[in-house]
């Protein structure tokens, strides 16, 4: 006998369900016992996103892959929609950077690479202790994304302070956004440098960092120019000063903390 709508209770949090989902926690009404069923929907909804399973009519929600399809291809759209509240569309940024920084991790690990990034391009050239923090970021290439975020931010949010009020943690969420993109390409571009036979320690590595820094320098100005409705020329030199500011304020911490920790190891 099928239960009546004021028996069905959401086994979540108690309330009563009288349509598909639960209207107090949003949790989907129905069977709640483990199967391999339930494995590939959540695996679908992560990867893809669940607007298959939703309510005729409901809003499709994007997983991680559609998530950063759409960033790649509509990057002043995907953020100006989240920004303006289209918040449970896409997968919240922070989330889709460790997804992207695991996912990219395991198939390096699984290929035997290494992540060329660029960044250590120059590295014979500085001390040890600096070579040994960029041998710690190599390793652990979330931080490098996450590295510039911050002072990014902090810099856009004041370059930009008479043209658009933005807040700080606006430009933040737009830089984590970003730093996916970076992981992504930094990835994409190891691999095609191993899978093209080039010495990862020659060249490429060069050319690796300025393909990544230009890349992420015109999705920079796209975004800016389109939320902020300014054109191009101011779009690109706010950018371009941005990005300096950003890179003295993470240079100037980084030395700070060199020094520190040298002082710290003479004691
Ligand atoms: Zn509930």
């Given amino acids: 006998m099928k239960e009546k709508p004021s028996e069905r209770l959401c086994r979540n949090c108690g309330s009563p369900v009288g349509e598909r989902y639960c209207p107090r926690c949003g949790q989907e009404y129905g069977s709640t016992r483990i199967t391999w069923r339930t494995l ?29 399809w759409r960033f790649v291809r509509h990057p002043a759209v995907t953020v100006g929609e989240f920004i303006a509240g289209k918040q449970r569309k896409y997968v919240p940024p922070l989330t889709l950077l460790l ?7 395991l198939t390096l690990t699984g290929l035997g690479y290494e992540l060329l990034d660029g960044s250590a391009a120059a590295e014979e050239e500085i001390d040890t202790m600096i070579f040994s923090l960029f041998g710690f970021m190599n ?15 902090l810099a856009y949010r004041w370059v930009f302070r008479s043209r658009s009020q933005l807040r700080y943690m606006e430009y933040f969420y737009i830089g984590l956004y970003l730093a996916s993109l970076h992981i992504l390409l930094a990835t994409l571009l190891t691999i095609l440098t191993h899978a093209c036979g080039f ?31 300014i054109d191009w020329t101011r779009s690109l030199a706010g950018c371009l000063l941005g990005q300096l500011i950003a890179a003295v304020l993470s240079l100037t911490v980084i030395s700070l903390i060199v020094t520190v920790w040298e002082i710290a ?3």
Wanted: a negative charge.
């Fill in 265 to 267: 190891a003479e004691i």
């Fill in 139 to 153: 390793s652990h290439i979330e931080i490098i994304a996450l590295l510039n975020v911050p002072w990014l931010a």
């Fill in 40 to 68: 590939y929907d959540e695996m679908v909804s992560l990867l893809i996103g669940d607007s298959l399973f939703s309510e005729t009519g409901a809003i499709p929600r994007y997983g991680m892959l559609q998530t950063l």
């Fill in 99 to 105: 997804l992207v920084c695991t996912l990219c991790l």
């Fill in 199 to 229: 010495d990862p320690d020659g060249m490429p590595q060069f050319w690796l960092g300025r393909i990544i820094t230009v890349t992420l320098c015109v999705y920079n100005v796209v975004i800016i120019r389109n939320l902020l409705k």
